[in-house]
């Protein structure tokens, strides 16, 4: 409830709106002057050399000056639609900064395509409660469903996004049907089976995926504009991955608003309920059943389009890309990022793709660097980053 | 309900209960209840542990199958085999032993949970936010003030507080607010007082004068013997899963074997 979260904030102790909002604009562009110089800056010991400064910076502060850091989180927290406008400025101009070298803007797209995916993950993992360790399964399915029908049946892009959605919508509520006796622990091995049949399937009926040589798809084109040519805004041309920068970036937003809207309402309070204690859930007029399949349809439903999005922007796939590993990756990404919180699994995501990005540099050192990073963040936040309020409070009951 | 009504229709039980049986493997938890609520009613149950007061509950809300007999609601219903849920969207809520709260959640979004059945806003609207949906919103969030103001006027100036930061005694008001923000038939109190103090057994006392008073049908299973003979207007006693005893407080607690069932055979023969 928005409301109820409102209550237990106290005034900012400056009254002043405008002080407020130039503190909020002032926070923002400076979080986002680092994550850029973070991304941007070309020698790898570098990055990680500021991002430890940054850290210690705001643990320092958290310490030894706790006011002004809550003046600065009050300041952000009550004005967070100034916040919200300089983040869409400051990711909309990104490409700008990167004109020369699209491979920033390919990451950051992929950044956008499973933060999507993460928030399907998060109806499963952070809302509900059921720890779904096959979601590659269902990106699979998605990535499978709008490349086949873009491919093999002619569809446009667009309508195969609508059915790759509706196809892991009906999948989700089928598993979900399947899975309707077991929950926590027997669940996961569920989903976890589900994943490798996934794998094996589209390995297997190479008349339909065909299989390990993988499909190729064509670039999508909207209002007749191809995304495979470079996008002109008046004098500036930016590069060609930027189409699918900013089409991603319009799924994810639209994408976070619904997590949002759907978390603070009656919706999403029913998740919690039934997630913390299904039996007196089930007493107050919940059917835990019924409730419990159609979130996960849900929640696999919007692997359907984060799934055509990874395919179009990729341009190619093959099973390989849909193994365990990329199950891994969205489960960390969510809770790393805070379950249950529809923004903090992006950052999740951001975290997730462009920490071992900027690894590249430290060759096989790369994946024993990323998991102590893992390891670090989860041992100071063991909520994640960014825990939702219901999530933190929450001890299961019976 | 005014107090005619309740004569006029106190012939007709809400809930008949007629050779109750449930059997955990070879134990005969109940064997062989008959009980009758009549609107209006606050009846106590009570009995020594493992009587099968709860078990009675829990049959009655759906949670525990019966190995026979049956249970009537509103005279033509038959309760024995359904559903949880539809149980309580026709009329029964109850409140638990151990406070069975999301603690995740603010008090008010607590007791809204109570209201689930009632909400006609459907996903398209949520996600839309329609205004239709904010009105919805806004009249339920109304009525969920009004039940924790009834049980906790404290509470409901602070709805936002999550429920793992407050007392136990005002987790027991939240659940009995929850209980009956949808203004049920018939509610169904499984020891409210557990673990209260002698200042919190009264108020949750008078909390639950007041909800009779507003028309609800109560059973109350309690230990605290002043707490039920100053609400009851009637008291059932279980024993060994059977019903020993049913009638006015002060009738029953001369009753032997009500003595027989708490103090044992030797003891009662001395008394």
Known sequence: MSTAISDRREPLPTTAVFGGSALAATISIGIWCLLGAFILIPSERASFGLAAIAIAAIELSRRYAPRSFEIACDAISQKAAVFVCVSILAVAAFPLLVRDDPYWIHVITLVFIYGFAAQGLNVHLGETGAINVGYAGLFAIGAYSSAISVVDFGASFWMSLVYATAICWAVGLLIGACTIRTSGDYLSLVTLGFGLIVYQLAVNMTWLTHGTDGVHIPSPGLFGHSFAAELQFGPIQLPKEANFYYAALLFLLAAMLLSRRISNSWIGRTWAAMRQDPVGAGCFGINVPLTRMFSFAFGSAFAGVAGGLYAGTIGFIEPGEFSIFMSITLICMVILGGMGNWWGVVVGALIMIVVPEKLRDFQELRYLLYGVVLLVILVYRPYGLFASVRRKHEKLIG | ?271
């Not at chain 2, 949750?204 to 207007?233: N, P, R």
């Not at chain 2, 005893?245 to 003595?259: F, T």
Request: aromatic fraction near 6%; glycine fraction near 8%.
């Open chain 2, 1 to 271: 309900m005014t107090f005619d009504q309740i004569e006029s229709s106190a012939a007709t039980p809400l809930l008949k209960i007629r050779d109750l049986r449930v059997n955990f493997g070879g134990v005969r938890a109940i064997d062989g209840v008959d009980l009758d609520i009549f609107p209006g009613e606050v009846v106590g149950v009570i009995g020594p542990n493992g009587s099968g007061k709860t078990t009675t509950f829990n049959v009655v809300t759906g949670l525990v199958a019966a190995s026979g007999g049956s249970v009537r609601w509103l005279g033509d219903r038959e309760l024995v085999g359904a559903a949880p849920w539809i149980i309580y969207k026709s009329g029964i809520a109850r409140t638990f032993q151990n406070i069975r709260l999301p603690l995740g959640l603010s008090a008010l979004e607590n007791v809204m949970v109570g209201l689930y059945p009632e909400e006609r806003s459907n996903w398209l609207q949520v996600i839309l936010n329609s205004r239709r949906q904010r009105n919805r919103n806004s009249e339920l969030h109304d009525r969920a003030e009004c039940a924790l103001r009834l049980v906790s006027p404290a509470l409901a100036l602070s709805p936002g507080r999550l429920v793992a930061e407050l007392s136990y005694a005002d987790r027991r008001r939240i659940e009995i607010a929850r209980a009956i923000v949808a203004t049920p038939k018939l509610l169904l109190l499984d020891e409210p007082t557990a673990g209260m103090n002698a200042t919190e057994t009264r108020e949750l006392g008078d909390d639950i004068k007041k909800v009779s008073a507003a028309g609800i049908t109560i059973v109350l299973v309690e230990h605290k013997m002043k707490f039920v003979s100053d609400l009851s207007s009637r008291v059932a006693v279980f024993n060994l899963g059977r019903k020993i005893a049913e009638g006015r407080y002060d009738d029953i607690r001369s009753d032997p074997r009500v003595i027989e069932a708490y103090l044992g055979k030797r003891r009662a023969a001395q008394a």
